[in-house]
T-cell receptor, first 110, second 118 residues
Framework: SQQGEEDPQALSIQEGENATMNCSYK?????LQWYRQNSGRGLVHLIL?????REKHSGRLRVTLDTSKKSSSLLITASRAADTASYFC??????????FGAGTTVTVRA | GAVVSQHPSRVICKSGTSVKIECRSL??????MFWYRQFPKKSLMLMAT?????????EQGVEKDKFLINHASLTLSTLTVTSAHPEDSSFYIC??????????????FGPGTRLTVL
């Protein structure tokens, strides 16, 4: 079942701007993962943050995790047109299953 | 490494026919594979979890007789949509978790299969 909720549902930004999206979840987790999906394609794993971590970076991506608030954020800095995609958070409660959020659709305008 | 393939990538079939979708882990052994369904502009919904050599575990609301899952080897799982109907049209995505001993239970996703039932 889906436990993640993401906001905003959609985001439109100018190339070069930063994009921030948030994910909230309901139960305890082992880790939280962010994925990107281009239209009609499979998922690309972006970053995984463990429950004992608070922040993680990967290139232009920055993920934070606040387990007390049961929330995470994904920041994409200096966005590019190629970043246009849907972004999903997924939580792993240590049972191998992933519960996906509803996703945020990001459009980067050239 | 950690590549997962799906075949076919796209299939169109007539109502009442059965369709088989294959999910393969190409460079690692997948002890567990997952099947998801995604409706347009929606999130992924977990349908079932399959472990090699045992019966699949289906999520609530998913008909096991409708969506047959077989995980006969450590590199192959198949999903068969039996007696397909237009409402079964969807994007089906598989993922695989391997025997690397990672503590993060990382899953690797296939590229998806677009099923259209006429």
């Amino acid at each position: 079942s889906q436990q993640g909720e993401e906001d905003p549902q959609a985001l439109s930004i100018q190339e070069g701007e930063n994009a921030t999206m948030n994910c909230s979840y309901k139960t305890s987790i082992n880790n939280l993962q962010w994925y990107r999906q281009n239209s009609g394609r499979g998922l690309v794993h972006l970053i995984l943050i463990r429950s004992n971590e608070r922040e993680k970076h990967s290139g232009r991506l920055r993920v934070t995790l606040d387990t007390s608030k049961k929330s995470s954020s994904l920041l994409i800095t200096a966005s590019r047109a190629a970043d246009t995609a849907s972004y999903f958070c997924a939580t792993d409660a240590n049972d191998y299953k992933l519960s996906f959020g509803a996703g945020t659709t990001v459009t980067v305008r050239a | 490494g950690a590549v997962v393939s799906q075949h076919p990538s796209r299939v169109i079939c007539k109502s009442g026919t059965s369709v088989k979708i294959e999910c393969r882990s190409l460079d690692f052994q997948a002890t567990t594979m997952f099947w998801y369904r995604q409706f347009p502009k929606k999130s992924l919904m977990l349908m079932a979890t399959s472990n090699e050599g045992s019966k699949a575990t289906y999520e609530q609301g998913v008909e096991k007789d409708k969506f047959l899952i077989n995980h006969a080897s450590l590199t192959l799982s198949t999903l068969t949509v039996t007696s397909a109907h237009p409402e079964d049209s969807s994007f089906y995505i598989c993922s695989a978790a391997g025997t690397s001993g990672r503590a993060d239970n990382e899953q690797f996703f296939g590229p998806g299969t677009r099923l259209t039932v006429l």
